[in-house]
Nanobody, 119 residues
Framework: QVQLVESGGGLVQPGGSLRLSCAASISIFSIAVMGWYRQAPGKDREFLAAVISDGRTNYPDSVKGRFTISRDSAKNTVYLQMNSLKPEDTAVYYC?????????????WGQGTQVTVSS
């Protein structure tokens, strides 16, 4: 089992920045991939960023250049830095951890943190 606790959401004005945090209950080096997703009302969950255990990162084109994922292994924490925020970035943001044990992947999710971009 992996527990994930997100924090850092809130209300921000358009053009502003936020940094989300996701603290894992185990060493992040034992997690194959950690990522961030979001879900706006009435929409499907959307992939935002991922960091693989070897440090490589991956982003969809929709957020590339605005969002950055990073990690602090000493704190077992992954971050999502979000810049130049837009009203359409308003959503609940979720942290995900994917573990692979004996060839089988198990996914774990945090409780989500609300991000609202509004003036």
């Amino acid at each position: 089992q992996v527990q994930l606790v997100e924090s850092g959401g809130g209300l921000v004005q358009p053009g502003g920045s936020l940094r989300l945090s996701c603290a894992a209950s185990i060493s992040i080096f034992s997690i194959a991939v950690m990522g961030w997703y979001r879900q706006a009302p009435g929409k499907d969950r959307e992939f935002l960023a991922a960091v693989i255990s070897d440090g490589r990162t991956n982003y969809p084109d929709s957020v590339k250049g605005r969002f950055t994922i990073s990690r602090d292994s000493a704190k077992n924490t992954v971050y999502l830095q979000m810049n130049s925020l837009k009203p359409e970035d308003t959503a609940v943001y979720y942290c995900n951890a994917g573990r692979v044990i004996d060839g089988r992947r198990s996914d774990y999710w945090g409780q989500g943190t609300q991000v609202t971009v509004s003036s």
